[in-house]
Structure formats: structure tokens, C-alpha cells
């Protein structure tokens, strides 16, 4: 079975630019998550998607970043402008349903704002 | 109080030892409770979900206390191999539906 395919792998920019992610879930998973993960810390949600609806932006920080799943399969999460405190890894993850099932992770995508 | 806190670590441990790991979680309607592994600069990778009677995997034990709100990892018979950072996951329903709390990890060194 595939895993969580996510691209670019790096990613190097300057601030004030912009960078998007794209990530493939499991065939068939309905719930996707997108992760920040600042080195020395555990992962932060920043927005789960049951299907192609919100379940949980919270932590999303809106006046920056977007994030999109049309037809309920792929999504792009984007930053526009990135700030220096935006380098971390962007983690991808998808489960069958947003219960009891664990969620299996992409490689994540390194992103460095200089 | 964080929603999920981990044993600060790091653990160093010789091969062969008994190590334990625990994790609080505040939101007392928490439903579902994971371990994760993260090897350095990888993404994390399910190690076990934990059931409320308590499970076991090989070397590996899970347990969970729902009183006290704690769950709990055991390493039996320590291995190289299982240097890694343990992440204690803790699901529950929120307004929005399920959320997902991610602990900031617990380092462990298996020495030689």
C-alpha cells in the first residue's frame, strides 16, 4: 500500500516570499492532517480536513496560511509571506476516519526561511 | 497546563534495561491515545494505540489510566534500535470535532 506522499522535500526561501505543499493521502483515508514541527518539539496541528470540510483550524495562523482539500484527496497547505519563525517541517498525515485509528505520516517537507 | 505533557527526557539507558514513560493529558473527555516513534529527522511512525485494559506488543506495554488521566509506555529488554523520541498522542472530541494533541516527545538513548 502507498503511504503519504508529500512534495517538495526542501525547501529554502527568503521571507516575505511564498511556498506551497502539496501532499497525497492514502487511498481512501477521509481524514488529513497538516503538522508543524519545530526542531526539539512534538508536532502542532495546524488544520485537520474530514473529506473536503474543517474540522479543526485553531491553530492555523489564517492572516498567512492557507490550506485546501478539493474533492476531498490531495491538499496544498501555503504560506504567503513567511516570516523566519516558519522554518520547521511540514508533516502530512492521513487516517481512515478521525477516531479511533492511529494516522500514518508523510516524509514532511523541510522548509528553511532565511 | 498543557493539554498533553510528556516525562522531560532525555532517558539514557543501558541494552537490556526496563524503561518506563508517562504522559498526562487535561481534557478528562479524551477518547482515543496513541504512542508514536521519531527517529532523528524523520516523521513519526505508530508504535501502538492503547486500550483501556492495557495491550502489549513484544517488548512494548501500553497502558492507560483514565482516574488519573495518564497513560503510559513500557520497554522491556532495551535495544539499540529503540533509540528514538516517543511522542504520546492524545485524541478527543472538541466542538469542531476530533482533536488530535501531539506531546513534545521524550528522548531515549539505548547505550551499549
Known amino acids: 500500500e502507498a503511504g503519504v506522499a508529500q512534495s517538495p522535500r526542501y525547501k529554502i526561501i527568503e521571507k516575505r516570499q511564498s511556498v506551497a505543499f502539496w501532499c497525497n493521502p492514502i487511498?481512501?483515508?477521509?481524514?488529513l492532517y497538516w503538522y508543524q514541527q519545530i526542531l526539539g518539539q512534538g508536532p502542532k496541528l495546524l488544520i485537520q480536513f474530514q473529506n473536503n470540510g474543517v474540522v479543526d483550524d485553531s491553530q492555523l495562523p489564517k492572516d498567512r496560511f492557507s490550506a485546501e482539500r478539493l474533492k476531498g484527496v490531495d491538499s496544498t497547505l501555503k504560506i504567503q509571506p513567511a516570516k523566519l519563525e516558519d522554518s520547521a517541517v511540514y508533516l502530512c498525515a492521513s487516517s481512515p476516519n478521525a477516531g479511533g485509528a492511529g494516522a500514518f505520516f508523510g516524509q514532511g517537507t523541510r522548509l528553511t526561511v532565511v | 497546563r498543557k493539554e498533553v505533557e510528556q516525562d522531560p527526557g532525555p532517558f539514557n539507558v543501558p541494552e537490556g534495561a526496563t524503561v518506563a514513560f508517562n504522559c498526562t493529558y487535561s481534557n478528562s473527555a479524551s477518547q482515543s491515545f496513541f504512542w508514536y516513534r521519531q527517529d532523528c529527522r524523520k516523521e513519526p511512525k505508530l508504535l501502538m494505540s492503547v486500550y483501556s485494559s492495557g495491550n502489549e506488543d513484544g517488548r512494548f506495554t501500553a497502558q492507560l489510566n483514565r482516574a488519573s488521566q495518564y497513560i503510559s509506555l513500557l520497554i522491556r529488554d532495551s535495544k539499540l534500535s529503540d533509540s528514538a523520541t516517543y511522542l504520546c498522542?492524545?485524541?478527543?472530541?472538541?466542538?469542531?470535532?476530533?482533536?488530535?494533541?501531539f506531546g513534545a516527545g521524550t528522548r531515549l538513548f539505548v547505550k551499549a
Open positions: 487511498s481512501g483515508h477521509a481524514t
Open positions: 498522542v492524545v485524541r478527543g472530541l472538541n466542538t469542531g470535532g476530533f482533536k488530535t494533541i
